[in-house]
């Protein structure tokens, strides 16, 4: 699949802010972080979905219609995502505002659990709008939604240490060691799905593309002089090598070197802060490498243009 | 229940895009709107079809066969492109099984064309909608043409007769006939989509002659041969043939 910048940023954002929000919410729980510390994390959370979800409208053609998208839930698991994504991000707004107005602790627990629970529904239709294709192979599998929820909640709580820093530097040690922790099982599941993406084997084949049963089949022609939508849109264009490279980047990115920094520099903004833009950048490339890893059985048909 | 259907006959298919371009010029006329071309006659010409005639070369040389293989939408009977879709622009007709796309309401978010095992869709890059092939839903009712033309434009073109339409779902059609007497098969039966068209395989017409067809034994020239012959001086016709 060809990488579409603006989902990869959407994925990220959103996941990001989804895992600030959560941080947020686990402080609030435990520790009883401070009302300011809680509302401005709620507004940098709110910012990150924005971002996030400003970035998507991009992939549309029509983003004026955006609106129709919320249509067939019953069915669809993007227009799922596209009616939590508000609720969420409303439930978050909200729940700064408690903060930042100082209610009742209780009500504002009561509104960040129901945002839990958005959260959390956010990242299984932000998965499951992958993993439910039969056959993207490489998607098709429950690890794609562990991973959107493990990456987004390492790299909020990544982001949440550097506020922390900032804001409430008592908090920030803990941030950063749960952060070490989600981001290890995030790095774990992630090793686990590309090990199991290596191992697949194409359902589709040639022979059952045109239903012809031979072994040795070669297209000639595809029907088209240039290119085609078919050709741009499922492919990604690039050698090997920069795939590769791609995979190596964020498999370096998104753990091992931010969490050295995690480790070792729990009190510094800054250090915290470059922790969160490697790993974002790790993210970067990891949802890169997560379009062009999949296999569109599509391609079958378009492998040769003459 | 009707689901309208293309069966394609690959055995007499010869691989001439007469289906194409009527196609492209029947779907960019309609009152939906053009279909876009962009350089069409430049060195990167690319452009929105409903339908594509792709070539593949089946074993290896020398023994090789060249097989023309027309590729549209295969209006399957589970489309995985339907429920995908967030708006309702992309749906099944249940009262003749077309999948269609409404252009009004289609967001261009290129869903569908990921759960799309076929390729079957291509978004427009003018029009920013996902457009596919309509089975010519708007020739095949038309009632202001005469009956024998209200059927797709690719049909109508065809040649050789190579693409059949009609009702799958009617056991005695002349889709539904093809398919059961000639071995109409499926596009990709492992993901379960259960595409309406249906594709009817090449066949060979193989004379199997053995050695000894090559000989008579009843040849009347060797029957001739051990005829005693006359003896000389006995009555003849013709001085050969002996009563």
């Keep these: ?306 | 229940m009707t689901q309208l259907a293309l069966v394609i006959d690959l055995n007499v298919c010869v691989g001439c895009h007469a289906c194409v371009t009527s196609c492209k010029q029947w779907n960019t006329s309609g009152e939906a709107g053009y279909l876009s071309d962009d350089n069409p006659y430049g060195a990167d010409p690319t452009g929105t079809f409903f339908n594509r005639v792709q070539t593949f070369e089946v074993g290896e040389f020398p023994k090789t066969e060249t097989v023309h293989f027309p590729k549209s939408c295969l209006h399957c009977e589970d489309p995985p492109c339907v429920p995908v879709c967030p708006t309702g622009a992309s749906y099944k007709r249940a009262e003749d099984g077309i999948v269609l796309v409404d252009y009004d309401k289609c967001i261009g978010c290129n869903y569908c064309a990921w759960a799309c095992p076929y390729g079957a869709r291509e978004i427009d890059e003018h029009q920013k909608v996902m457009k596919k092939c309509t089975l010519c839903v708007d020739r095949i009712y038309d009632q202001a043409l005469p009956e024998a033309e209200r059927k797709p434009a690719c049909v109508m073109a065809c040649p050789t007769s190579a693409r059949l339409f009609g009702d799958v779902h009617d056991p005695e059609s002349e889709v539904s006939r093809a398919i059961r007497d000639r071995g109409g098969y499926a596009l990709m039966p492992e993901w379960g989509t259960q595409p309406a068209n249906h594709y009817l395989p090449r066949r060979k017409a193989v004379a199997e002659i053995h050695p000894d067809e090559l000989t008579r034994h009843d040849n009347p020239l060797k029957v001739d041969g051990q005829l005693p012959r006359p003896a000389p001086g006995e009555p003849a016709l013709d001085d050969v043939t002996s009563w």
């Design chain 1, 1 to 306: 699949m060809r990488p579409a910048w603006s989902v990869i940023l959407f994925t990220t954002l959103a996941g990001a802010g989804q895992g600030l929000f959560l941080a947020l919410f686990a402080a609030d729980l435990f520790a009883r972080a401070p009302p300011d510390f809680a509302a401005a994390g709620a507004a940098v959370a709110l910012g990150l979905l924005a971002a996030g979800l400003a970035a998507s409208f991009f992939h549309l053609g029509h983003p004026e219609r955006a609106w129709r998208s919320a249509a067939m839930w019953r069915t669809s698991w993007l227009s799922r995502e596209v009616i939590v994504l508000p609720a969420f991000m409303a439930a978050v707004a909200v729940y700064g505002l408690t903060h930042a107005l100082s209610y009742d602790r209780n009500i504002s627990l009561l509104i960040g659990a129901a945002a839990t629970v958005l959260c959390f529904a956010l990242f299984v239709c932000t998965g499951m709008i992958y993993a439910c294709l039969p056959f993207l192979q490489e998607w098709r599998t429950p690890l794609t939604v562990v991973n959107f929820i493990a990456f987004g909640c390492a790299s909020g709580f990544t982001a949440a240490a550097a506020l922390a820093a900032v804001r409430y530097p008592a908090l920030a040690p803990r941030y950063a060691l749960a952060a070490l922790v989600l981001g290890g099982a995030a790095y774990l599941t992630r090793l686990a799905s590309l090990a199991r993406n290596a191992r697949l084997r194409p359902k589709s084949t040639l022979a059952t593309a045109i239903g012809i049963k031979h072994p040795k089949i070669v297209q000639i022609a595809q029907g088209a002089m240039g290119g085609s939508f078919n050709t741009r849109e499922f492919f990604h264009g690039r050698p090997r090598e920069v795939v590769r490279a791609a995979r190596w980047a964020f498999l370096a990115l998104v753990f091992p070197l931010p969490a050295l920094l995690l480790a070792f520099a729990q009190n510094s903004f800054a250090a915290l802060f470059a922790a969160f833009a490697l790993q974002y950048a790790g993210l970067l490339a990891e949802r890169w490498y997560f379009f062009a890893e999949a296999k569109h059985p599509q391609n079958l048909y378009y492998q040769a243009i003459a």
